[in-house]
């Protein structure tokens, strides 16, 4: 029971610490660490995500930045053609996000393990050489969002605390709604199928149709966060897709501890201030970055979540 | 008379130049314990693998209560009252005991594309799953995750996860496997208890559990059936103590 609480105090403590962070940036004046943390949800958003798929379902879908860049050019595209109403751009998003996982998933859950792999990350890199080509829409250059989505004075997301605060409150959500996922009747067959898909069948439980379901909703999960992301950086390029971005999530999700509720946000928070704070010191960063995260992965077995409840039993 | 609750008629599979089922044909009826048995290498696993759904035949026909499945996939057997469990223990290593039973259980009460409320805490699988439990023995072992469970209790509760879905016709796959004598003895206990309940068709390889168990007795050898009948007629038949010549005397003096 202790290790428990070992890990759910450190959970409760970044949880209070995102939620005061605009109080202390506001009172310090320290703007740049709120810009920061906005970034830092939404890629923890878009990691949670994947850990639904990831490390629940035990499907390992390498290519997920492909919904934040669907997500974020619902944003840009819309805006570009002069419909700036969040109310419409967040759901075409969202919708968008699903409607590419339903077909991408019904066509790449016919394989497994490493051919599972391979066809997600075709398929999202197919997703990035579509946005290159999208010449009305900037192309390789990006697109440039000139207004940020507009919720009819409900809430303004030129507001550096206010857009804050939504995307805290859309991680908030997307935990609260996995967090019931994972313990419903569907939660429970998705990772049954993790454990043994064998089993699974010879009880009843036909193993396409579930997964398929959890893609998509993972797919829409991070649809949303493409969405957040777009606004934040007033931008979208085809680059949000590139495999490497997709890549920079499964890692936040195997650091912070694949199959546990907060970890992927845990290992967002980690990986992204590592980053941040390495690059301010060199410019060779990954060089430092990519051997400390292997010792994290080769020793650390669960991640961070694995390694507090170590500590906490130790 | 009736309807055979399971027919087998002209089953064929091979791989490559072998038959591995050679125009099996065989019915279980209601209430039957039916063993098959075999030498090693007599396809009787490919047999039960064409049973559950896990292997096409090439030709012939499988029929559950009159109605053909020889070409269904196996979760939709086991909806219409067709479970088994497996040679190798095939179980959710890293769920609990009730766990693994309340999932086979939840297979057939309803939707599982429910998403909010939490499944654990549903009292009718619950309790279904430790009826199951209590059913094979395992009733105090409920709360323990299954990698911890010995391979004797991982064989039972392979049996209460084929209960647990109310099945028609269970199909055993070699349930002694690896079992030490105790173990054994157990087993085949709770086999005779169980057969009251529900038809079973036993595949194993443990002759004296076969003969205490079994109404009828199928002998498979090279894929094909060589004889069928009550244990009695077995034990006489001139074929299969040819088959078995190195088992011949566990044929004869057990039982």
Known sequence: MKSLSVSKAVTALMLAGLVLLPLYSHLTGNIFILTLFT??????LAAASLNLIMG????????????LGIGGYAVGMLAQEGVGSGFIQFPVAIAASGIYALVIGALSLRTRGVYFIMITLAFAQMAYYVASGLARYGGDDGLTIYTRSDFSGLIDLGNRTQFYYLCLACLFGVMLLIWRIVNSRFGLVVQGLRSNEQRMQAIGFPAKRYQLVCFVISGTMCGLAGALL???TDFVSPAVMYWTRSGDLMVMVILGGMGTLFGPVMGAVVFLLLEELLSQITEYWALILGPLLLLIVLFGRGGIMGALGRAGRG | MAEPLLRVEKLVRRFGGIVATDNVSL?????????????????????????????EPHSGSVSLAGRDITYLPAYRRCALGLARSFQITSLLLDFTAADNVALAAQAHAGTSFRFFANARKEKGLRDAAQAALDRVGLGHRADIVVSRLS??????????????????LLLL??????????????????????RKEVSIV??????????????????????????????AAIRANED???????DQHVVTHHG
């Open chain 2, 27 to 55: 019915d279980v009826a209601s209430g039957e314990l039916h063993a098959i048995i075999g030498p090693n290498g007599a396809g009787k696993t490919t047999l039960i693998s064409q049973l559950t759904g896990h292997l």
């Open chain 1, 39 to 44: 970034r830092i949800i939404i890629l923890a």
């Open chain 1, 230 to 232: 777009a606004n934040n």
């Open chain 2, 151 to 168: 391979h004797g209790e991982r064989r039972e509760l392979e049996l209460a996860v084929a209960l647990a879905s109310k099945p028609k």
């Open chain 1, 56 to 67: 629940f379902a035990g499907l390992m879908s390498f290519g997920h930045a492909a919904y």
């Open chain 2, 173 to 194: 796959d070699e349930p002694m496997a690896g079992l030490g004598v105790t173990e054994s003895q157990r087993m085949v206990k709770l086999l005779q208890e169980l």
């Open chain 2, 202 to 231: 036993l595949v194993e390889h443990d002759m004296p559990a076969v003969f205490a168990l079994a109404d009828r007795i199928t002998v498979l050898v090279y894929g094909r059936v060589i004889a069928s009948g009550d244990p």
């Open chain 2, 240 to 246: 299969v103590k040819r088959a078995y010549l190195g």
